[in-house]
């Protein structure tokens, strides 16, 4: 009973370099969130994905970052020129069924993305 | 702004004790309140969550009581233990839309001495 899988678990880019990042959801899930963790700092929503769609992405940055949560295949975030402010521990949680009493959100590992 | 204020930041316990920490929120639509559990290098661990309908829940060790009036919410860690020492992180939603996102306080970081 596999949990969240996220990969890879560490991520080293140089400035200006293209980081991507994976997010398979647990079994059964359908429901793709997306947040960010800053040393010392709680963990900040950036956005929501269903199959295929994108339900909330207000905390995502403007430009530069990206998700997608296709048909198939797991859920990406993509950031694009990366700078050293990009650093930090992105983490991917997933939830069963939209309209379900309790939205039970189980995280992964987490992909701690490094800017040089 | 801040829409999850939890404290103390930092909070140490001889094994044995409770450990209480506490938040607060602002936003009267939360109605999902999730505590979160993390060790270092390791993502967040669901521990327990409760509904506005009740005013306490058990699960164990660990009681989240809950004070609607006050918009407050703690967690009790009963019997402290050093395997307990992580960050401990409070998180609310609104489950009566069609997103359910965490909003996250900034996390308590407790160790539990031997």
Redesign the interface.
Known sequence: NAG?M?NPRHLVRRRGQEARLRCSPMKGHS?V?W?RQLPE?????MV?LQKENI??ES?MPKERFSAEFPKEGPSILRIQQVVRGDSAAY?C?S?RL?GS??????????TRLTVL | QQQVKQSPQSLIVQKGGISIINCAYENTAFDYFPWYQQFPGKGPALLIAIRPDVSEKKEGRFTISFNKSAKQFSLHIMDSQPGDSATYFCAASNSGGSNYKLTFGKGTLLTVNP
């Open positions: 969240v996220q429901h969130y947040y700092e709680g963990l900040k929503f929501y339900i909330d905390g983490f949680a939830s939209a009493s309790y939205n039970e959100q189980f995280f992964g590992p987490g």
